[in-house]
């Protein structure tokens, strides 16, 4: 890139080589405590962005599953000059050429629930650093890191691994977005509510409509401290290559949990959730959620959901998660 070069930068990202970066795999960050205990009023301002009524966020005392990743965000700016506001997500500190990122993998392991006044800690590795690849998007590395969240008493509640591509755009337009037209699949759909025992493989579950508002993205990206500007600035999303702004990683879990729950029940608990984004969920467009049993384990009274994002004709994410019930 040269010094004409006129694209937005992401401000909080180190840059080095690529030997650089992979020196950093098997670097692992110390436990550090989130910022703030998890609040009442994050855990609603949340629920209502995404409209997730499940009792257990609006008179209960839990958090989503879904804002897990939100422990890892700081403030930008704090009066203590003490106060520890280095990025906790270890991924930012690999220094590589890329000046953009953009998230291709979450795969989360929930062990027990998180509380309203929990103080989250966390811990994570460098797991890898591949080769620079050439993609639709433009030429970069993949990152893979593990973070480990833990409670106010050092219990484990959940364990992330992350995959993102750190890359720098093709200097000519983008190529359409992965995953061609895709139509409602054919058969009768299952509405919401369902027993997990209901539950059978093949089983095609009902389709969930979202609108995905300009002024949501960036609502979401407020609340959750997700301060990456592909969030809540065109013009920084258009210098990364994309068209307009995009939904964030957490904001995409939400919806997807919110689906799980609203079928199986508020005390459905989601166990697994891996997600692949095959392309970002732009700013006002309508998306449609669509899924179908893909496993039942009858000894666990677990269920695998196989589930998708569409928007524009295009497959924009696919996930599985995995509910069942919980005992706290």
């Not at 930008?76 to 520890?84: G, L, M, R």
Request: charged share 25%; aromatic share 8%.
């Amino acid at each position: 890139m040269g010094s004409s070069d006129t694209r937005l930068r992401d401000p909080a990202l180190a840059f080095g080589t690529v030997a650089e970066g992979k020196a950093f795999i098997g670097r692992r960050t110390e436990r550090r405590d989130a910022i703030n205990p998890v609040s009442e009023r994050t855990v609603r301002l949340f629920s209502a962005l995404i409209e997730d009524g499940n009792p257990l966020y609006w008179h209960g005392a839990f958090c989503p599953p879904a804002l897990l990743l939100s422990f890892d965000f700081r403030y930008p700016w704090h009066p203590d000059p003490t106060v520890d506001l280095r990025p906790s997500r270890i991924f930012r500190e690999v220094p590589l050429p890329g000046h953009f990122i953009v998230n291709v993998e979450t795969d989360s392991e929930h062990v027990r629930r998180i509380r309203v006044g929990d103080v989250v800690s966390l811990e994570g590795v460098v797991e890898d650093v591949s080769d620079t690849k050439v993609t639709r998007l433009g030429s970069g590395n993949f990152i893979r890191s593990k973070t480990s969240y833990f409670d106010s008493a050092g219990r484990l509640l959940a364990i992330n691994t992350n995959v993102l591509f750190r890359y720098n755009p093709h200097d000519v337009a983008p190529a359409a977005p992965l995953g061609g037209r895709h139509t409602s699949p054919e058969g009768p759909q299952t509405s919401a509510p369902l027993q997990l025992s209901a539950a059978m493989p093949g089983m095609r579950l009902h389709d969930a409509d979202v609108h995905v508002s300009f002024e949501r993205i960036c609502q979401v990206t407020a609340t959750t401290g997700d301060w990456y500007p592909g969030h809540y600035s065109s013009a920084f999303a258009e210098s990364q290559g994309q068209p307009t702004i995009f939904a964030s990683t957490l904001h995409l879990h939400g919806l997807i949990d919110r689906y799980v729950t609203d079928l199986f029940g508020p005390d459905a608990f989601v166990h697994r959730r891996r997600m692949h984004m095959r392309s970002s969920v732009y700013a006002d467009t309508e998306a449609v959620v669509r899924a179908e049993v893909a496993a039942v384990d009858p000894q666990s009274s677990r269920v695998r959901v196989a589930l998708r994002i569409e928007s524009d004709d295009r497959v924009c994410v696919t996930a599985e998660v995995t509910v069942g019930e919980f005992d706290e």
